[in-house]
């Protein structure tokens, strides 16, 4: 929709003591740039959506299509590394060189004692502190639940490789210095010791997988004027902190519809041409919060308390189809949701039912997608998550940031590793639609500490902007990247009095 920006905050006198009145410029018009069309919700919801729920399924089927599906990438990637380009992957033997070359074991139980070969298979890693089903049950019984953790990682984890013949436990300094997270599939490089344990030497992942051409726009970005996506996460809505920093949620409506700053501020945000939440614009507090305040209230305890709880999200609810009304009458806005917004926890979460905001489902700009998403802006592809799939992995190494730890989702083909072992995933059948088929231009993580970004780049030529989104109650901070060179520009609309 296109929608004239003009600047109100300025209004043209009609005399003045320093110039005749005809000599005054009139306030600039500035055109709103739009996408040829806007998120075709069939086309976004297509690799996440799920139909019809059955929970009779076992997961680990889960862990057979993802081997399947990766497999054959990791087997080349490691081939390309570890042997010379004259080998064969299934030859057993190199010629004669100075170090000889490692061999290929297609299975776990191929693997030849002591030689030294390189194997592909799925990570699992046996962490003395991931959640388990006792956790689940002493929270029903009302025994005192432990305290949610930061880490899963302990001295004593063990870690293991496996695949459809078996499994095989790894050693080495290698494996304590690895990112490795439960479900990964990688390659790796060593022999086998005299206890039947895998010392590995070396690691290799699947990398990149093949992304489409960038539209013919991007390549030439000189001759057409820039346009923006805005990233938006973490609004919480109904949280005391949103309530706080009322000011700021205005002056960011005001600047996305064109009614805040000068001429410059407006020429920018009339170049914005679409905006994406990336979850948690409601703080519902998640379904343990839920779950915790249904039994207070069930037992009659607290009443006044859940009352004003009730009244908080009520109000929040409101206040957020109120600002994605005004965001909508200007601009075309996609929403995903988070795991304190009131959607199902279990991934792929499914979109907000559009009856929650009456008033901005009003607009045809306003698309509910799915969490994660896939969205197409005019050839330019953009995957967003709300954030669990990454602050989950990174349970699995303390040292890795959410930035490195997104990257590195890229680079395994899997944005949720860690799913279903401890990220509630549904258990698919027949794909894991969490396989990344093809490589986003853009990876837009959300609900996270700090602003955060990189390029990262793949060795066919593939180019991929990550994004860690901060929340915008916490930090009041969005996150601006341009279409046609993929370059970030951060924008806070702190208020300070």
Partial sequence: MNRVLERSALKVPTQTLLAPVETISPAPHYERHVLAAKTD?????????????????????????????????GTAAAHDKWLPPTESIGSNHSKASPSPQPTFAAKVT????????FVVGTVYCDKKLRPNVLDDLSKELWITTPPERSTYSTDEDTYYLEDESSRIALVGDMVRQAPFVTGMVVGLLGRESLTGDFEV?????????????????????????????????????????????AMSYELLKEFITGQLGASGEQALASQVTKVVVLGNSLNTGGLEVQCEKLHIHDKGENDRDAAKDREAAEGGLRHLDQFLGD?????????LPGDRDPVNQ??????????????????????????????DLQGLSLLGVSGQTIADACKYCPGVTPLEMAELTLRCRHIAPSAPDTLWCYPFVDKDPFV????????????QSEFASQL?????????RV?????????????????????VHPMSFTCAF
């Fill in 41 to 73: 919700p069939a086309a976004a919801l297509q690799d996440y959506l799920v139909a019809q729920r059955s929970y009779r399924q076992q997961y680990a089927n889960l862990y057979y299509l993802r081997l399947s599906a990766l497999k054959e990438a």
């Fill in 110 to 117: 191929n693997i030849p004692p002591g030689e030294k070969c």
């Fill in 201 to 245: 030497h070396d690691i290799c992942y699947p990398g990149l997988s093949p992304q489409p051409s960038l539209p013919s726009s991007t390549n030439n970005s000189d001759s057409c004027p820039p346009t923006y996506v805005a990233l938006v996460s973490g609004l919480n809505f109904g949280d005391s902190t949103a309530t706080a920093n």
């Fill in 327 to 335: 965001l909508c009458a200007s601009v075309s806005v996609d929403l």
């Fill in 346 to 375: 279990v991934l792929p979460q499914q979109p907000l039912h559009v009856s929650l905001f009456p008033t901005a489902a009003r607009h045809s700009t306003l698309t509910s997608v799915t969490n994660p998403a896939r969205l």
């Fill in 436 to 447: 990344l088929a093809e490589t986003p231009h853009i990876y837009a993580i959300g609900n």
């Fill in 456 to 464: 990262a780049q793949g060795s066919a030529g593939q180019v991929c």
């Fill in 467 to 487: 994004v860690c989104v901060p929340a915008f109650s916490t930090t009041q901070t969005i996150v601006l990247v341009n279409m046609q060179t993929l370059a």
